[in-house]
Every structure is written in C-alpha cells, then in structure tokens.
C-alpha cells in the first residue's frame, strides 16, 4: 500500500513539476514578446521625435487649460523662448495682443469639439519682432474621445 502511494505521490510531483515547466516556457515566450514589443515601441518613438524636432514646422501641444505642454526646438526658435520657458505658460503669452481673443476663441470652440480651419495670426518673437504664422491646431483626445488639449502646426509666412 505504501508504495502504491509512493508512486501517486512522485507522479503527482511529476506532473505538477511538467505544468510548472510548461508555466515557466510560457513566461518566457511572453517575456521575450514584451520585450520585443517594447524595443519597437522604443524605435518608433525615437523615429517620430526624431521626425517632429527636425521639422522646419513648430509644433505644440497645450492642456485643457491652454497651457503649453510640449513645444519642438523650431517653436523655440520663432519665439526665442526655450521650451522649459514656455511649459506650464498660457499659449496666448506668445502672440501678438490682437491675436489673442481669435486664438483664445478658437482654442475654446476646439476643446469642444468643433475642428477649425487654418488661421493666420503673428507670434511676437522674445525680441518683440512679429512672426505672422499660419496654424492648423487639432484636439487631444483621451481613450474616452473626451478633449485633454490641442496640438497645433504652426508654419513662418513671412
């Protein structure tokens, strides 16, 4: 009888031992996908910055408040202002103060959902020299397609 359990008992062992390998094979194919994944995702977004900050373009990007949250290198050099400046500042600080009633009305009909078109304005340079600018400003969405702020192209006319 006790042998009879001795070998219930070490097939018993067995079998949990063989799942546990089996467990262990899938973690590492899981890991090794992650992994995989996660070096993509990393290339692609070295490729897209890489993309955004060597574009003769400014681009930014705002909160629901209007409070820049992201600007490229040609941003800071239209307004002469270094990114870590401009974060956390109203976008409206950088225009012209005729502009910015036309933006501020654009941004609130953007938060809510409404797209726009184009429009022209001038950004005032930290020098005071006036940049007219031509933006096409698009709304953030979150997961829910509720508004979390705008990005915006901004193109030199001068």
Do not use: C, W
Request: without cysteine; hydrophobic residues 35%; aromatic residues 8%.
């Amino acid at each position: 009888m006790a042998m009879a359990e001795d070998r219930k008992t070490k097939q018993r062992h067995a079998d949990e031992s063989e799942g546990l390998q089996r467990r262990i094979e899938e973690l590492e194919k899981f890991i090794a996908a992650s992994r995989k994944i996660e070096t993509t995702l990393r290339e692609s977004e070295e490729k897209y910055r890489k993309l955004i900050e060597s574009t003769l373009d400014f681009i930014f990007t705002v909160d629901r408040k209007g409070l820049f949250t992201y600007t490229n290198p040609r941003f800071e050099e239209v307004t002469g202002q270094k990114a870590a400046d401009l974060l956390g500042r109203p976008f409206t600080d950088v225009l012209a103060p005729e502009a910015k009633k036309i933006a501020a009305a654009q941004f609130k009909r953007g938060i809510k959902g409404e797209n726009g078109a184009p429009y022209e304005i001038d950004i005032i340079h930290k020098d005071g020299t006036r940049v007219p600018v031509e933006f096409n400003v698009t709304t953030l969405r979150d997961r829910n397609n509720q508004p979390v702020g705008r990005y915006g192209i901004g193109r030199d006319l001068t």
